[in-house]
């Protein structure tokens, strides 16, 4: 009975590390077929650009992003072949533990087999049965032969479970192998295809010195798009921090009122509070004057002063209401108190995060970062964040964000939870989201679907990427900026695809 469970726990803990290994490369491999598609739509790009018959900048940026891409693929490939070798390790040890295990079974089925066929004979059952000292025993004798019996077809049966398994795992085992070989062809492939990309640069960057003024022109015409659009996103910045100041300065000014008016209420409260106080007073000492004219005598006298005595007066309404009032009030200015400071707590102050939204959606954004939805389905980035310098020359190109780019024109969406703070029109569309005391920025749009003031969600439809007439190529310019006007790198905010 151990023994079987043994073999259950261990066959289990075979399946599970086999099923763990395969959804580790379904995840690698989805990952390739990511990477493959953005080759493809590289490759088509390139090809859109190159009818052109014209070296351009953006040439050389889809070249230099290809090889990118191409080496991502590689490494994922190498990540593939090394969770095959694993595999094929485990699949090695654990055929060579069932076969041990094999053999163990049919060198004790053999043994059972030998000590069968020397006790063969029926005399010797029968002379097993009758030297039985009681009937008792003899029945136990009986069950005993039959449970040996039976003993050995478990035997065998457990030998026919053993090969089956073994020639599964063998079955798996080749299968991997199989797998293994397609991945190193896939590696080989793709190796040959970073060496021609890498040639391809090489022969764009010879070109591209002979015409190194045009790539300069190019770059500072990009350079006064990339200022224009930053020109307006701080003038945006700047109006949205004066317009946030304007209602928080309003909110202040009627927490102020309000909270005047309730001191008016106090201040009327208590002097309601003292003229009941002095009535109660007067009405006491009329009634001590009353009591002392109509004494007879002294025994009557100090009775009726003992009567008399003045005694705790019960709160009039008009006390009691004012006093409610006092304490309804205070409540609710400690309560909005330790919910501000609550909110606030660990936080620097920005009039941007000034009311409850606006906090909330600066907070979400935050908790996000690494994990926000990607502006588009689909496409690829065709200019990356930062500065970037030509190989061969003297030259930089600069970008506050990134240029993704797309085979055929898509819809463009909202990362997160805002408010639309402006929609320009400039020889094409860029909106400008406000997430708290963030901004994202969503340009080189042919249409839009929002408006100014418009609230959005993550993944609302802002509008559509326009499509360059010469190229082909569908491309939108993405930007995420803080509430100081600094770029800040998109891809440490957008989640993996």
Request: contains cysteine; hydrophobic residues 35%; glycine residues 6%.
């Amino acid at each position: 009975m151990i023994k079987k469970l043994f073999v259950l726990t261990f066959i289990l803990c075979i399946f599970y590390v086999h099923g763990f290994g395969q959804q580790t490369r379904a995840e690698i491999q989805q990952q390739q077929r990511y990477l493959q598609q953005e080759l493809a739509d590289l490759n088509s790009s390139l090809s859109n650009v190159r009818k052109t018959k014209k070296l351009s900048l953006r040439e050389l940026n889809l070249i230099q992003q290809k090889i990118k891409a191409r080496q991502s693929l590689i490494n994922s490939i190498n990540n593939e072949l090394g969770d095959l070798d694993e595999t094929i390790a485990n699949y090695n040890k654990e055929i060579a533990q069932q076969k041990q295990q094999l053999d163990t079974l049919k060198s004790k089925y053999a043994q059972s087999l030998i000590f069968a066929y020397k006790n063969r004979s029926n005399y010797n059952y029968i002379n097993f049965l009758f030297s039985s000292n009681s009937f008792n025993d003899a029945i136990r004798r009986v069950a005993y032969l039959k449970s040996y019996r039976q003993f050995r077809e478990t035997q065998a049966g457990n030998i026919v479970k053993a090969q089956s398994l073994l020639k599964g795992k063998i079955n798996s085992l080749e299968n991997t192998k199989n797998a293994k070989n397609a991945a190193l062809e896939k590696q080989g492939n793709q190796l040959t295809g970073l060496q021609n990309d890498r040639n391809e640069k090489d022969s764009a960057l010879v070109l591209l010195k002979g015409k190194e003024g045009n790539i300069s022109k190019e770059i500072a015409a990009n350079a006064i798009k990339r200022r224009r659009l930053q020109r307006v996103l701080q003038s945006v910045i700047r109006q949205e921090i004066a317009e946030a100041e304007r209602k928080e300065k309003e909110r202040q000014a009627k927490l102020e009122q309000a909270r005047k008016e309730a001191e008016e209420r106090e201040r009327v409260a208590e002097q309601q509070k003292a003229l009941v106080a002095k009535q109660q007073e007067i009405a006491l000492a009329a009634n001590a004057q009353k009591a002392a004219n109509v004494k007879n005598s002294t025994a009557t006298n100090s009775n009726t002063a003992t009567e008399n005595k003045p005694q705790e007066s019960t709160p009039s309404p008009v006390k009691r209401r004012a006093d409610e009032l006092a304490k309804t009030n205070e409540s609710k200015k400690e309560t909005a108190v330790q919910k501000e400071a609550s909110e606030r707590a660990n936080r620097s102050y920005n009039v941007l995060e000034s009311t409850e939204k606006t906090l909330i959606e600066s907070l979400d954004f935050e908790k996000n970062k690494g994990k926000l939805p990607w502006p588009t389905t689909g496409g690829f980035i065709s200019a990356s964040y930062g500065i970037q310098s030509i190989p061969g020359t003297n030259l930089k190109q600069e970008n506050d964000g990134i240029e993704i780019t797309a085979t055929n024109s898509t819809a463009v969406k909202s990362v997160a939870s805002g408010t639309v703070s402006v929609v320009i029109s400039d020889g094409g569309y860029s909106v400008i989201v406000r997430e708290g005391k963030y901004f994202t920025t969503y340009s080189n749009l042919s249409s839009v679907n929002v408006n100014r003031g418009d609230n959005v969600d993550a993944g609302t439809i802002i509008g559509q990427m326009a499509t360059d007439n010469s190229t082909g190529a569908a491309t939108v310019f993405f930007m995420v900026t803080d509430s100081q006007g600094n770029s800040l790198n998109p891809m440490s905010w957008l989640g993996k695809r």
